[in-house]
């Protein structure tokens, strides 16, 4: 038996909205760490109710990714992955997008992320950060970027 996921099987994708490009890549040799639900919800307590009840309204919810690219994989390519960039070109790469908006998709097989009307919701690269897996020889480059959706999204739209 196959691995299987809700989401789908596959690594992330990210897709410019224009700047700099709108060409999706996937992220290939990365690992991802979602945050699925950042839920917002408002609290309503009443001054003069004197039992202290609270009432709560959901808003809806937001979603984070870290997403941390193995750069270094990319001068090797042991899976042979036909037109994999160098690792200097994916770093400029996701470098562009710092402080962008971009598609996101987590898992590059599946839908990007969508809100409850079925509309594309976009992220916000908050962070890039340049690394090394080997600290002490200072190898095995890595680069993490972190993303945050724009609004609210609906997880149902992500299921497979």
């Known amino acids: 038996m196959g691995a299987s996921s809700i989401f789908g099987v596959g690594v992330c994708a990210i897709q410019g909205t224009g700047t700099p490009d709108s060409t999706k890549r996937i992220i290939y040799y990365s690992v ?3 945050n699925y639900s950042d839920k917002r919800m408002q609290m309503f307590e009443s001054p003069i109710d004197t039992t ?3 009432t709560y309204k959901y808003r809806g919810r937001y979603a984070e990714f870290d997403v941390m690219i193995y750069l270094f994989k990319y001068g090797w390519n042991y ?3 036909a037109g994999l960039p160098s690792a200097k070109t994916m770093a400029n790469t996701i470098l562009s997008y710092d402080n962008q908006d971009v598609l996101f ?4 097989t599946g839908s990007a992320i969508k809100d409850s009307g079925g509309s594309t919701v976009s992220c916000h690269v908050t962070d890039v950060q340049f690394s090394f ?7 095995q480059d890595i680069c993490t970027f972190h993303l945050k959706t724009n609004k ?3 997880i149902t739209k992500l299921l497979v």
Request: proline share 9%; net charge neutral; no cysteine.
């Open 52 to 54: 202290g009840t609270r």
């Open 133 to 139: 897996l080997d600290k002490v020889a200072n190898v």
């Open 32 to 34: 991802m760490t979602p």
């Open 152 to 154: 609210f999204y609906d």
């Open 105 to 108: 998709y987590p898992v590059n």
């Open 79 to 81: 899976l042979a992955i």
